[in-house]
Nanobody, 121 residues
Framework: QVQLVESGGGLQQAGGSLSLSCAAS????????MAWYRQAPGEQRELVAT???????LYADSVKGRFTISRDNAKNTSYLRMNSLKPEDTAVYYC???????????????WGQGTQVTVSS
């Protein structure tokens, strides 16, 4: 079994910063891609940032220049540093990953449980 557990959400004022972490655990062979999504009330879930194992990070236009995704492959952990926060960044943030298990024979997509980020004006 594989689990993704997010941490680091909370309440912040506009212009402030928050950092999120996502730790993957379980029978992991390797992690192909790690990403962050968010879902605001009444809205569809949207991609925030994605980072493949050996590739460049990609960001939604709405967060470019403000958010930074990174990962520690040895710890199977990804991070999302959020600077210059805006009220419109308020959402539940979800960690997502494509993970190889079973010795590299099975590739599945996994979601974390989500962590709330609230930005006040």
């Amino acid at each position: 079994q594989v689990q993704l557990v997010e941490s680091g959400g909370g309440l912040q004022q506009a212009g402030g910063s928050l950092s999120l972490s996502c730790a993957a655990s379980g029978s992991i062979f390797s992690i192909q891609i790690m990403a962050w999504y968010r879902q605001a009330p009444g809205e569809q879930r949207e991609l925030v940032a994605t980072l493949p194992t050996n590739g460049r990070a990609l960001y939604a236009d709405s967060v470019k220049g403000r958010f930074t995704i990174s990962r520690d492959n040895a710890k199977n952990t990804s991070y999302l540093r959020m600077n210059s926060l805006k009220p419109e960044d308020t959402a539940v943030y979800y960690c997502n990953a494509n993970i190889w298990t079973s010795g590299g024979s099975n590739l599945r997509n996994y979601w974390g449980q989500g962590t709330q980020v609230t930005v006040s004006s």
